[in-house]
């Protein structure tokens, strides 16, 4: 049966607010930050193990970058339109959690969100929209983070007047992939990564075959500050944030 229109407002509305929330939820750990002063345990660097951590990963919480991607349409299921497009995506994000020490083969968890920002030269069109983008940081070797992420969130597009793929303005891209961090200086690194992702108006209007593609992306992130709680290893739980008093 088709969707109402109400139906489909509500959708998108929704929709829109997680991604509000995600591009929000940084700013609300400002207030936990400007209170460092009356933390206990300033200024002594924290060690793990017999091991420091290295110069370069020391960070605060809050992260902002951007990546330059190149996507291309594959032929699963189908390659209809040939589509390829180019995209910015402006980022800015909070680390919820980082644990060092972590034995698990993960050991940081942020949460960002994506802007989209793009244009397909073939067949034509233009992109605009944000992600929420959860990505996993594993263990490092040397300089070199490498992560796996996952991220959906709606978008517009005028692609749907080129390629018979899509069907109506108001889109939804999830994807997923993996990449790494390579830090050249304290809190500061270039990503190179690779998504597979998905484009469709989830059932919003027929017909919706939506496409699948492949991106690849070339980008600079930068973390944070340090602040001396960090140094002193107080309130490194998860979430500690949410539990400030």
Same mark, same amino acid.
């Given at each position: 049966m088709p969707w109402s229109f109400f139906s489909?407002? =509500?959708?998108?509305?929704?929709?829109?607010? /997680?991604?509000? !929330?995600?591009?929000? *939820?940084?700013?609300?750990?400002?207030?936990?930050?400007?209170? *460092?002063?009356?933390?206990? &345990?300033?200024?002594? =660097?924290?060690?793990y193990g017999s091991a420091q951590e290295p110069f370069w990963a020391a960070h605060g919480r809050l992260t902002f970058g951007f990546e330059f991607g190149y996507g291309l349409e594959n032929n !699963? @299921? =189908? +390659?209809?339109?040939?589509?390829? #497009? #180019?995209?910015?995506? @402006?980022? *800015?994000?909070i680390i919820a959690w980082d644990s060092p020490r972590s034995r698990l083969p993960v050991e940081r968890f942020e949460i960002s969100s994506q802007g989209i920002l793009g244009i397909a030269y073939q067949p034509g069109g233009?992109? /605009?929209?944000?992600?929420? /983008?959860?990505?996993?940081?594993?263990?490092?070797?040397?300089? *070199?983070?490498?992560?796996? +992420?996952?991220?959906? $969130? @709606? /978008?517009?597009?005028?692609?749907?007047?080129?390629?018979?793929?899509?069907? %109506?303005?108001?889109?939804?891209?999830?994807? &997923? $992939?993996?990449?790494?961090?390579?830090?050249?200086k304290p809190q500061h690194a270039l990503i190179f990564a690779y998504r597979y992702f998905h484009m469709s108006n989830g059932g919003l209007q027929e017909p919706n075959? %939506?496409?699948? &593609?492949? #991106?690849?992306?070339? $980008?600079?992130?930068?973390?944070g500050r340090p602040h001396q709680f960090l140094s002193a290893g107080v309130y490194r739980r998860p979430f500690h944030f949410l539990h400030l008093r």
């Open positions: 489909r407002c =509500r959708i998108a509305t929704f929709a829109g607010i /997680l991604c509000w !929330i995600a591009a929000l *939820v940084p700013l609300g750990c400002l207030h936990a930050s400007s209170r *460092v002063g009356s933390l206990p &345990g300033a200024g002594i =660097r924290k060690t !699963i @299921p =189908r +390659d209809i339109s040939h589509i390829q #497009m #180019m995209v910015v995506e @402006p980022q *800015v994000g233009y992109l /605009l929209g944000n992600s929420l /983008l959860f990505r996993f940081g594993l263990h490092p070797v040397g300089r *070199v983070a490498p992560f796996i +992420d996952a991220g959906s $969130g @709606p /978008l517009y597009t005028t692609l749907n007047h080129g390629a018979k793929e899509i069907s %109506g303005h108001l889109q939804f891209l999830s994807q &997923g $992939g993996a990449g790494i961090q390579y830090f050249f075959y %939506g496409f699948n &593609g492949s #991106m690849v992306t070339l $980008g600079f992130c930068w973390l």
